[in-house]
């Protein structure tokens, strides 16, 4: 018998029955969705009349904020008077034995360069001790101030000391920045509604999410610096800084856990650094002047700190990977550019290079100099989002960011790498 | 309209939230199956279903009481499952493959060892147009005319259309029963 003899009407309802007997339970969110999407909806042009106001007025705090930071901040100034009692040693000895010690610091750029060269002019000569000032100046980016102070009483002028250039020691940038989390935010599954309504699932219409995220952070700072063509090398320490930020967030309607962040805020970078500076030390033979043997090492060259105000905006996108009804773990990254608002520093004589040519030591407000410059810094977040009710969640994670910064002035540049860890909390509301 | 019915619908219409619940769990599960015949997936069927039962409680005020309830919410699962397919493809009888209407033939005995999911999972595989036929006339119980109407062709068209779609689901059969019986020896 084949279907042709199976009689349609028979057929037909075989396939009936079949079809209706197919009863899968449907999923809960399904039920979940349909309750939220019953729920009397907003009037959404109060939505927008609220996100325009709150905007504006962000904006006004922004602005407001911004000009308070950029006219106070005195309290710094008063490191900066260390740095005239600032002085930075360099120390060459000469022992008793029958060679010579020479010190050439292997700096060669051109106008940061100091090579001070000793030789003994008897094999039994005392020790010798040539101290290096630098002390900073107002007027002019530095001067260098050399001279010769033989101890054990025996106070002499060598005649065959040999300066061959002032050295332009120690550049220093004021740290740049860190990052702050800003960008974590990023859709979580909302206190009593499923996810299908927080992505939209429920309706064709377009529903849209816009969250304002307000946050801060703390991050230390790891950073490395290194000045062009040189064998100096310099590293900064115990860098911290403290950062408050405001990010308007939005969730794509279509594209479900995507969302996109622009952010606006401040941070200020508090720091103590150690510079160091690389020598070489040669050994010679008296009578020949062969050398005998050479070692390069590492001299302490200077301490200070360093402070610097600065403002951002960043953008983002970030992904919520949704964990339970209230809670959402999110990662995203962003880009970040940064505006260099203050700078004080106690480094005396190891100012940055940049402001140092400019004759600015004590910096009331930079706007037009190659310090203001604009990077990128890339940004990498992940924090976890607890909704507490529909419109209010808290938020708060773990924050990185790396930047590679080279900055130049007109004889010699500088290469630094920026590493950042943080945490950050903060208050999120939607709309 | 049984007065079980009657008085739900009338808690539904005042918005109370149980109510509604027990209507939802009511048909939920018959519905379900209904969106998953004119559905690709299971997850068309839940957005299917999920839409169809926000349009079911939107529109409840115009449900009269002169049939049966599920009736009346199956004809909004089933127009909402047209919406749905007619958006997605615009020209539901485009790509249609051409079919031997000659050569169609289900051994009634595999018929009757079918078991419903095993039919709704070939009625899936079907073409949109296909699918939309087969399921409003065979499944539905609507006329040829009734099914030009909804989906916009002609009585002569749906007729055709039915036809060819039967003897592509019959070989669909065929095929996956084959299939299935050589791996089971």
């Not at chain 1, 349909?34 to 609220?50: H, Q, T, Y």
């Not at chain 1, 703390?218 to 403290?242: D, E």
């Not at chain 1, 103590?272 to 062969?290: E, H, L, M, N």
């Not at chain 2, 790509?95 to 209407?101: Q, T």
Request: with cysteine.
């Amino acid at each position: 018998m084949n279907m042709k003899e199976f009689d349609n009407d028979n057929w037909e309802l075989k396939a009936r029955q079949l079809a209706d007997a197919f009863q899968p339970k449907p999923d809960d969110s399904v039920w979940l969705n349909v309750e939220a999407a019953l729920k009397p909806k907003k009037n959404r042009r109060g939505i927008f009349f609220w996100l325009f106001s709150f905007v504006g007025v962000a904006g006004v705090v922004y602005g407001g904020v911004m000009l308070y930071l950029l006219n106070t901040g005195d309290q710094y100034q008063a490191l900066n008077k260390q740095a005239e009692n600032l002085k930075v040693e360099t120390v060459v000895v000469n022992n008793n034995s029958a060679a010579v010690v020479k010190s050439v610091p292997t700096v060669t750029e051109q106008k940061s360069e100091q090579v001070a060269a000793i030789k003994s002019s008897t094999e039994n000569s005392p020790l010798n001790y040539q101290e290096q000032k630098i002390i900073p100046s107002k007027k002019q980016s530095e001067i260098i101030e050399l001279k010769t102070v033989v101890k054990n009483n025996e106070l002499e002028e060598k005649p065959d000391l040999i300066i061959t250039e002032s050295n332009e020691l120690n550049i220093i940038e004021p740290k740049n920045p860190f990052v702050f989390c800003g960008l974590n935010f990023k859709e979580s599954e909302w206190r009593t509604l499923p996810p299908g309504i927080i992505l939209n699932k429920h309706s064709n219409k377009k529903d849209l999410r816009w969250m304002l995220f307000a946050s801060g952070s703390y991050m230390n700072q790891y950073s490395s610096l290194k000045s062009s063509g040189t064998s100096q090398t310099f590293q900064k320490q115990n860098a911290n800084h403290i950062a408050g930020c405001l990010h308007l967030i939005y969730q794509l309607p279509k594209a479900k856990n995507l969302e996109l962040s622009v952010g606006l805020g401040f941070y200020e970078l508090n720091q103590k650094y150690i510079s160091v500076q690389r020598i070489a030390i040669a050994v010679f033979d008296t009578p020949s002047g062969i050398p005998i043997t050479s070692v390069e090492m590492f001299q302490e060259y200077s301490k200070g700190s360093e402070f610097s105000r600065n403002s951002f905006i960043d953008f983002g996108i970030g992904i919520p990977i949704v964990a339970s009804r209230n809670f959402s773990w999110n990662i995203s990254t962003g880009i970040r550019t940064e505006y260099l608002m203050k700078y004080t520093s106690t480094s005396g004589g190891v100012i940055p290079n940049n402001f140092a040519n400019l004759g600015i030591n004590n910096l009331e407000s930079i706007s037009s100099n190659e310090q203001n410059r604009i990077y990128l810094k890339g940004m990498l977040n992940t924090s976890v989002r607890y909704s507490l009710s529909r419109h209010l969640a808290i938020q708060s994670g773990f924050n990185s960011s790396y930047s590679l910064t080279d900055r130049y002035n007109k004889s010699s540049s500088i290469h630094q790498r920026d590493l950042n860890f943080g945490l950050n909390a903060g208050l999120l509301y939607r709309f | 309209m049984t007065e079980g019915d009657n008085e739900l619908v009338q808690l539904c219409l005042k918005e109370n939230a149980s109510a509604q619940k027990r209507l939802y769990e009511l048909f939920a599960s018959k519905m379900n199956g209904v969106c998953y015949r004119y559905a690709r997936n299971g997850e068309d069927a839940r957005d299917i279903l999920q839409e169809g039962f926000i349009k079911v409680f939107t529109r409840l005020k115009s449900f009269k009481g002169d049939g049966p309830l599920e009736a009346w919410i199956r004809r909004i699962m089933v127009n909402t499952a047209l919406d749905f397919i007619k958006a997605r493809s615009k020209n539901l009888f485009e790509d249609e493959e051409k079919i031997d209407v000659k050569n169609h033939a289900t051994n009634p005995e595999v018929m009757n060892k079918l078991q419903s999911e095993y039919l709704v999972n070939c009625i899936s595989k079907l073409p949109e147009g296909f699918k939309a036929v087969f399921n409003l006339y065979a499944i539905e119980g609507f006329s040829h005319k009734e099914v030009g109407e909804l989906l916009g062709i002609t009585e002569s068209t749906s007729r055709s259309q039915y036809t060819r779609a039967r003897t592509k689901l019959e070989q669909i059969i065929q095929q996956r029963f084959k299939v299935n019986e050589y791996e089971r020896v």
